[in-house]
Every structure is written in structure tokens, then in C-alpha cells.
């Protein structure tokens, strides 16, 4: 039995297959949204005046990836920024919604639950609390 050798339709068709498999793996990597380093702070952050975060609100506070909400005055509640799907960092967040720019994940900005996936764990929650006229976030906060 000879076989035949594969057209030129075939050939081309499962180098386009591939190269989409490679490009769709490295999507889900995170790309440049991905953080480098732990979901949550090691050390203690400073992330300003209480004040910044409105009452019965939310706060991103990106570059330190993390979310604060503010449920009455003076609770306030953390969690990371970071999604839990592929580890990028969140974008925004809209009617009470942290939205991850990667895939489309939703969370919950006063609980970190999942609303939406793909992201299948809540965001982890940080301690915070508010001392000597500071919002501080992380270990021993």
C-alpha cells in the first residue's frame, strides 16, 4: 500500500493550527499583565489616606496589586489584585465588580468572590487597617 503524500491545502492548514495552539498557550500565561513576585504583599504596603477609598466603595490600587473596599466608615477590607486564573492584575473595577483585563474574570470587590470565570478561587483577602492618618495593607497590618 503506498500512501500519498499530503496536499499543500493539508500542509498549510496544520501549520496554521499550531501556530495558533502556540500563540493561545502563551495568552494564558499571563502575558504583560502577569505580576512578577507573590499575589499578596510581603511586607507592609502604605497606600495613602483612608480617605481615598469612598465609603460603601472600592478602590484599585494597581501598582500594589491590590483592591480595598470600604463597606462603612472605617471598614475596610483587602484583597490582591491578582486574578486567580493566569495571574494577571486587574484593570477595574465597575459597580462593584473587579474586572481582569487577561479573560474576562469577574470578582466581587467586597467579598473577592468569583462572579464570572474563568477564575475558579476568590481573590485572597490582605490585612488592612487604617493607623495614624494611613491605609496600610499586608503582613502585620
Known sequence: MT???ASRRTVL???ALAGAAGLGTAACGGGESAPKGPPTPTAPVDLGAPSAVPVGGS???REQRL???QAAKGEFKAF???C???GCVADKIEDGKIHCPCHGSLFDAATGK???G???APLPAVPVKAADGKLIAGPDA
Open 59 to 61: 478602590r484599585l490600587y
Open 67 to 69: 483592591v480595598v473596599t
Open 114 to 116: 468569583v462572579l464570572q
Open 3 to 5: 500512501s500519498q503524500p
Open 118 to 120: 474563568p477564575a475558579g
Open 84 to 86: 486567580t486564573h493566569a
Open 80 to 82: 490582591s489584585a491578582v
Open 13 to 15: 492548514r496544520g501549520a
